[in-house]
Every structure is written in structure tokens, then in C-alpha cells.
């Protein structure tokens, strides 16, 4: 697995966004001081990470978050209630254990934590199929084989391919697991025209078993958003 990951800064609210395929030795040398542009934020704290199957999925999130605006400020967000009164943020594990607390003592029970963990999944599921429609589109612009490149969808898969889905020149398949499936866009063969990454408008709804959906908008203008 490759990770995407947040560290929050005891000095002046710090926030670094990196990637790497062992969180636990990255957080290691950012505190042995062996990043120089991380050095003088140091102690550093793990806020945050995004799991992916494979480093290039990992490393275009890593590059959508640093240079676009909005996907930060929806990074933020969504991390905001993590991050304490004095701006350090808390461990996952610190986060982990309140949760569990909270669920005993209020007596939520497994159905519920089932749901919340399914609105999870959901949520994880709907970036990486924007990744990997990302990646599609990335490699259509950079004329990648001198082919466009786009994403076929299946109700539990989706496929990563080059030129045209009847004939592709290579494929690469991601299966979505825990009660997640593609309920709208099961068939839809999404291409990303080469050069300029434009396509045809397309909406793809992911249903969780709890009936909580997502849905992906790809315009024809290339822009893709959850919704």
C-alpha cells in the first residue's frame, strides 16, 4: 500500500502533505530532522493519511492536494475537527480511542459503527476513482503511447485502460469492496481525448448497503468533482 499523509507542526500551526509507502519510518526521518524543508516545524505529528494500491494513484492525490487550491481547503475541512484549540493535531490512534469511548458510553452499538465505517469506505472509494479518472486524464494530456486513456466501469470494478475499451492497449483493474458498488455508470466507458483531457459529460453514483451515496460529475470540459 502507498499512503498520503497530513503532518501537523507544534510551531505555528505547520501542515506538510507527502506521500510514501511506510508511514511509520516517513514520520521517523521528518523528526530526525533529515527533511531540511521540514526541519524547524519539528516535532511532527501524523493528523491524517489516505490509503491507495498503488504509489502513481498515491503520488497524483499528493500532487492534486499541493497544487489545487480547493481539494486543500477540502482536505482541511474535512481534518478540521482533528486539530486542537492550540493547533496541534491529535495521533489517529488518539482519535481511534475517543471514538471508542464515545461509542460505549452512548451505547451506539455494531449497526451503527457498521454504517459509519461504510461512510467511510464510500468516501475513500469516491477519491480513488477520481484518482484513477485523473490518471486517466493526465496520461491523455501528456499523449501517454499516443492514445487517449480513460476508466470503464463495472457494478464492483473499474478499469484503467488505453485507446479504446474494445481494443485497449493495456488495462489495469480496481475492485471496490466492503458494500460499495457502482449503482449509476455500470457500463459507462469514460475516454479522455489526448492532448487536451476533454470527454463526455458522465455521472457515476457509488451506493453504500446503508443507501448513502456519492457522485462523481465528469464534465465535458475534462473538470471532474464529487458532488
Given at each position: 500500500m502507498y499512503y498520503v499523509?497530513?503532518?501537523?507542526g507544534n510551531k505555528n500551526d505547520q501542515m506538510?502533505?507527502?506521500?510514501?509507502?511506510?508511514?511509520?519510518?516517513?514520520?521517523?526521518e521528518h523528526n530526525n530532522g533529515h527533511e531540511i524543508s521540514t526541519k524547524k516545524y519539528?516535532?511532527?505529528?501524523?493528523?491524517?493519511?489516505?490509503?491507495?494500491?498503488?504509489?502513481?494513484?498515491?503520488?497524483?492525490r499528493?500532487?492534486?492536494?499541493?497544487?489545487?487550491g480547493n481539494a486543500k481547503r477540502?482536505?482541511?475541512?474535512?481534518?478540521?475537527?482533528?486539530?486542537?484549540?492550540?493547533g496541534v493535531g491529535f495521533t489517529l490512534l488518539e482519535v481511534l480511542v475517543v471514538m471508542t469511548i464515545v461509542f460505549v458510553l452512548f451505547g451506539i452499538g455494531l449497526p451503527l459503527y457498521n454504517s459509519v465505517r461504510e461512510n467511510i469506505a464510500l468516501k475513500n472509494y469516491s477519491y480513488e476513482i477520481v484518482n484513477a479518472l485523473r490518471l486517466a486524464q493526465n496520461r491523455?494530456?501528456?499523449?501517454?503511447?499516443?492514445?487517449n486513456h480513460g476508466v470503464y466501469f463495472y457494478n464492483k470494478d473499474y478499469v484503467l485502460f488505453g485507446n479504446q475499451w474494445s481494443?485497449?492497449?493495456?488495462?489495469?483493474?480496481?475492485h471496490i469492496n466492503n458494500g460499495i458498488q457502482i449503482t449509476n455508470g455500470v457500463g459507462s466507458e469514460i475516454i479522455f481525448n489526448r492532448l487536451d483531457g476533454t470527454t463526455n459529460d458522465q455521472l457515476i453514483v457509488i451506493t453504500a448497503s446503508n443507501g448513502n451515496q456519492r457522485t462523481i460529475k465528469i464534465e465535458s470540459t475534462g473538470s471532474i468533482s464529487i458532488l
Open positions: 499523509y497530513v503532518l501537523i506538510y502533505i507527502g506521500s510514501t509507502s511506510n508511514l511509520e519510518r516517513r514520520l521517523r519539528m516535532p511532527w505529528k501524523l493528523q491524517y493519511y489516505e490509503a491507495y494500491k498503488t504509489e502513481e494513484l498515491a503520488r497524483v499528493e500532487k492534486n492536494l499541493k497544487q489545487h477540502e482536505l482541511k475541512k474535512r481534518i478540521g475537527l482533528a486539530i486542537n484549540k492550540s491523455a494530456i501528456t499523449s501517454q503511447d499516443g492514445t481494443s485497449p492497449t493495456y488495462t489495469k483493474p480496481y
